[in-house]
């Protein structure tokens, strides 16, 4: 028996179904523009470029990759979070975006201000030393760079970027002291390690691997809260510093008032994407684990980077650019 | 031997038709690529690695290698005609090939570039196919302190590009330390006189400097011999398109001596090709014999570093090759689609794949052998170029510029840049400010400064460091003599001299 309340969530069900289904009928009406805050080349860029033939594919309607670089990512997020809220105009970033309102004074909220839509994967940094250190484990290197402060330095790939910041995370959680040396991008970080340059560095997982397995080089740990499939053997910086989580990810995000239909579609579109399987033979050669899941996941990622960073930013006195 | 039969049998990869294809594919997408300012070999390989992923990655590496250096051959197209450097490294082609041009030796200078960057192209491959492994240690063995010193040495070449004025040279330099100094400082990641636009955090991009110093500016100058009715028509095309015996005489030299620097520079990741071109150019300047000739349309100018810049793209693939190391933008998104298609550059890769890599050093060869044959009946069609009437042809340099300043990263702080850095050319060219010593200090600027300040955070602030190893040693007795040079070499001339008399 169906009393009046049943009734009318009936109504408002076929309602909103209807309405939803109209929505899709509509959209996409027009060429989709997927904005990517780097120049071409880097990650963000070439996942927004390998997703975005698939969507055509499904929807008819091309995805044209727009790349906006300039200022850390922060202003192509701009555009984006100033574009008209009609599922035409939408971001591919990446983990640097957890940490712009760390690093930036923006005029919007990095977590509150945007739609996320869908996390697409996941990696993490690898802690590294030259073979000829004594250092074996993240205990070790911590109980050393107790005993002598300072004198331990670690490269990086710039100031503000994540492989900075995760080493200043680790300062802070194991309470050491490491001087920090950046670095212009990942290539001359790599080859201060490999000559002994720098005593260690948070960097990119794959570019290492080949290192680790000629000898070059001596994983001690990486920063996901879990070891990682590709090399099992290497501890979570977790294990030793409980609570320690430094993630390398990507993900899509739109304007603030984006309608749910669009979001949900979105959504299921790019997880099932991720699921075909040139995209799980891409995810494995980057060593990403793909990610999936609803648009409150993602949201829960930036909130809880934001955070992190913010504290870090402001613990490490990192400076804040204008 | 086991690598020779490895050499043999990357040829019998590379020379399968359909690599053949690809490598010509890429070989005349990076001469278009390297023909417009502002899209260089980065953006060109980066738009392609979507579309050649699912390819067999043998024929994609080829294709995208044949790209990177496939630019270096047809940025010197522009920088000769109308001023206006194709690519970062074509910007000392832009001085005197142009002049060249002015001259009506136009279809000289872009022979001799084709040539210069075949026969340079060509001996860094063979230095890639024989030093590979063994250079992979030297790469590594320059640390930031080597750099600084390195930097240092080359700095002090900017007296033999200051021309009259010691002063005006010196100011045009220190502009140059200025402008290098805008962004966000790689050390502290304190904002430095970005003057609170977001678009100077990464700073000011080379391109859009030379762009506007070097093309703006021509067009400002000719926009003035308009109006003045001072203009020529159109350039006069004198001679054979072709060298003459006096000009090729002049131009070996410069392109082997521009050919073992550039692949040198090459193998140093964190150089690159435009620092390789201008060492060239002093270098040459410094043994010639008529120096002053020099920004008239000197062909050793031109040869010299379109040489350098070809043999450095062979040297940048030692280090990502052997260790996985990219040196500069454009092998770092070759490395990003190494890592795409599951191949891992670095010290397995010679054993685990080496169908792959000679495949890929053998079709290097081959590449620069259809880059020359594509390029030299091109010559006699770039010319024609040059008979478009000046009111024409400055719209179009403008157009061309504005496009290519766009083009990386659209922004329109880039356009008004181009204009701003025009009118500093016309300026400069006005009160007679040479132009060259400025684009020296801003390549050369940003990396000294930070290559000193790594050097000394790693030593805890001690300046011994610079003085710790032979190679830094060397180059800072290299760069004493460099500086003590011009006040040395007058008397040393005329001690000969009276001795002569007596």
Same mark, same amino acid.
């Given at each position: ?26 959209? =996409? ?54 574009? =008209? ?21 923006? %005029? ?25 250190? %004594? ?96 090399? =099992? ?8 510093? =409980? ?80 | ?35 417009? #300012? ?18 067999? #990655? ?7 290698? !044949? ?5 270096? /051959? ?23 090939? /142009? ?34 492994? #063994?250079? &992979? ?45 805008? !962004? ?169 794949? #080496? ?51 766009? &083009? ?86 005329? /001690? ?7």
């Amino acid at each position: 028996m169906f009393n009046r309340v049943s009734w009318a969530m009936v109504v408002c069900a076929l309602f909103t179904g209807a309405a939803t289904a109209q929505a899709q009928e509509k959209y =996409p009406g027009k060429p989709i523009r997927l904005v990517a805050p780097f120049a071409p080349g880097g990650g963000a860029d070439t996942v927004a470029r390998l997703i975005g033939p698939q969507i055509h594919e499904a929807w008819g309607q091309p995805v044209i990759v727009d790349n906006r670089g300039g200022g850390g990512g922060t202003i192509g997020a701009g555009i984006v979070v100033n574009a =008209p809220p009609d599922g035409y105009t939408l971001i591919l970033v990446n983990r640097s975006y957890g940490a712009n309102a760390a690093l930036h004074q923006l %005029p919007y909220d990095t977590v509150t201000g945007i739609q996320p839509i869908i996390l697409i994967g996941e990696t993490g940094l690898i802690v590294t030393m030259h073979p000829t250190s %004594p250092i074996r484990s993240i205990r070790e290197f911590v109980d050393a760079a107790r005993i002598a402060s300072g004198k331990y330095n670690f490269g990086s790939a710039g100031t503000g970027g994540l492989g900075h910041l995760a080493g200043e995370l680790f300062k802070l959680e194991a309470k050491v002291n490491l001087t920090h040396v950046p670095y212009k991008g990942t290539g001359p970080v790599m080859g201060a390690l490999l000559a002994a340059e720098v005593h260690t560095s948070f960097s990119s997982m794959v570019p290492a691997i080949p290192h680790i397995k000629s000898g070059r080089l001596r994983a001690i740990g990486i920063t996901p809260p879990r070891r990682s499939r590709t090399l =099992p053997d290497v501890p979570s910086i977790s294990e030793t510093i =409980p609570g320690f989580d430094v993630v390398h990810w990507y993900g899509i995000w739109g304007p603030k008032a984006l309608p749910q239909p669009i979001v949900t579609r979105w959504n299921r579109e790019v997880a099932r994407i991720l699921k075909t399987d040139a995209m799980q033979k891409w995810f494995a050669n980057e060593g990403m684990e793909p990610a999936g899941g609803l648009p409150e996941q993602f949201y829960n990622r930036i909130k809880s980077d934001t955070e992190k960073w913010k504290r870090v930013v402001r613990e490490a006195k990192i400076p804040v650019a204008g | 031997m086991e690598t020779l039969t490895h050499i043999f049998n990357g040829f019998a990869v590379c020379l399968q038709p359909i690599n053949l294809w690809y490598t010509f594919i890429g070989v005349f997408m990076g001469t278009i690529i390297g023909v417009l #300012p502002g899209i260089g070999p980065s953006a060109g390989i980066a738009l392609l690695i979507p579309v050649t992923f699912g390819m067999n #990655p043998t024929s994609a590496l080829i294709m995208m290698c !044949g790209i990177y250096y496939g630019t270096k /051959y047809g940025g010197s197209t522009t920088a000769i005609l109308i001023r206006t450097p194709g690519e970062a490294a074509s910007v000392m082609t832009s001085i005197d090939g /142009y002049e060249m041009a002015r001259k009506g030796r136009a279809g000289a200078a872009l022979a001799v570039s084709a040539i210069g960057s075949f026969i340079a192209g060509t001996l860094g491959v063979i230095g890639l196919t024989i030093f590979a492994v #063994p250079l &992979a240690s030297m790469a590594l063995k320059f640390g930031p302190a080597e750099y600084f010193t390195l930097m240092l040495f080359a700095m002090t070449a900017v007296s033999t590009l200051t021309g009259k004025s010691p002063a005006k040279g010196v100011l045009a330099t220190i502009l140059g330390l200025m402008i290098a100094t805008i !962004g966000i400082d790689l050390q502290s990641g304190q904002a430095r006189f970005t003057m609170g636009v977001a678009e100077f955090q990464d700073g000011v991009g080379f391109v859009v400097v030379v762009v506007g110093l070097f093309a703006v500016a021509e067009v400002f100058r000719g926009l003035e011999d308009i109006y003045k009715g001072t203009s020529a028509q159109a350039m006069k095309i004198s001679g054979s398109l072709w060298l003459t015996k006096e000009e090729w005489l002049r131009s070996i030299g410069p392109i082997w001596r521009g050919g073992v620097i550039g692949f040198i520079i090459g193998v140093l990741p964190g150089a690159g090709g435009t620092i390789a071109s201008i060492m060239s150019y002093t270098t040459e300047k410094r043994l010639s014999k008529n120096p002053d000739e020099f920004g008239k349309g000197a062909i050793e100018g031109v040869a010299g570093p379109e040489a350098a810049n070809n043999s450095d793209t062979a040297g940048a693939m030692v280090p990502l090759l052997t260790l996985g190391i990219p040196g500069g933008g454009a092998t770092a998104v070759l490395m990003g689609a190494f890592i795409m298609y599951g191949i891992q550059p670095g010290p397995l890769l010679f054993q685990n794949r #080496p169908d792959l890599v000679w495949g890929l050093i053998d079709s290097m060869y081959i590449g620069n052998v259809m880059l020359l044959i594509l390029n030299l009946p091109l010559i006699g069609i770039f010319v024609q170029l040059l008979k478009i009437p000046s009111g024409i042809l400055y719209p179009l340099i403008i157009a061309i510029s504005v496009i290519g300043a766009y &083009a990386i990263n659209g922004s329109m702080t880039d356009l008004y840049l181009i204009l701003i850095f025009g009118v500093i050319g016309y300026v400069f060219d006005k009160v007679d400010i040479p132009v060259a010593p400025l684009v020296l200090s801003l390549v050369l600027g940003g990396m000294m400064e930070q290559s000193f300040r790594q050097a000394m955070t790693i030593s805890g602030g001690s300046p011994k460091i610079f003085f710790s190893s032979a190679i830094t040693m060397t180059l800072v007795v290299m760069s004493v003599i460099s500086v003590l040079m011009p006040f040395i070499l007058p008397k040393l001339k005329k /001690y000969k001299e009276d001795g002569k008399d007596e």
